[in-house]
Nanobody, 129 residues
Framework: QLQLVESGGGLVQPGGSLRLSCEASGFTLGVYNIGWFRQAPGKEREGVSCISSSSSSTRHADSVKGRFTISRDNPKNTVYLQMNSLKPEDTAVYSC??????????????????????WGKGTLVTVSS
């Protein structure tokens, strides 16, 4: 089965950290640019971070710059999102999506998965004291 599966979400206090994982099964993740997205209750989905297939390029939304880091381990078919200094406004369902030959600039502007090749169901991150 071709799918992306996210994990690592949970409840964390403000100022805390979490690392999310996005693992591909059934296909090779290494040829795709990967974006992380989030959707808070009642809000539109937004692009958070993106990494190119070779890891040569990463981009982040202004709201998470300096706090979130995206990386990938292609032999493990996995992309990670390290989230530090978490804030209550970071609370959302986080999902990943794979796009073939789409730039990270394009990926981060998406509010839906049109044009993406694969996407996951998401993992919930709750930042609260």
């Amino acid at each position: 089965q071709l799918q992306l599966v996210e994990s690592g979400g949970g409840l964390v206090q403000p100022g805390g950290s979490l690392r999310l994982s996005c693992e591909a099964s059934g296909f090779t993740l290494g040829v795709y640019n990967i974006g992380w997205f989030r959707q808070a209750p009642g809000k539109e989905r937004e692009g958070v971070s993106c990494i190119s297939s070779s890891s040569s390029s990463t981009r982040h939304a202004d709201s998470v710059k300096g706090r979130f880091t995206i990386s990938r381990d292609n032999p493990k078919n996995t992309v990670y999102l390290q989230m530090n200094s978490l804030k209550p406004e970071d609370t959302a369902v986080y999902s990943c999506a794979a796009a073939y030959e789409r730039s990270c600039s394009w990926i981060l502007t998406r509010t839906d998965y049109n044009g993406m090749n694969y996407w996951g169901k998401g993992t919930l991150v709750t930042v609260s004291s």
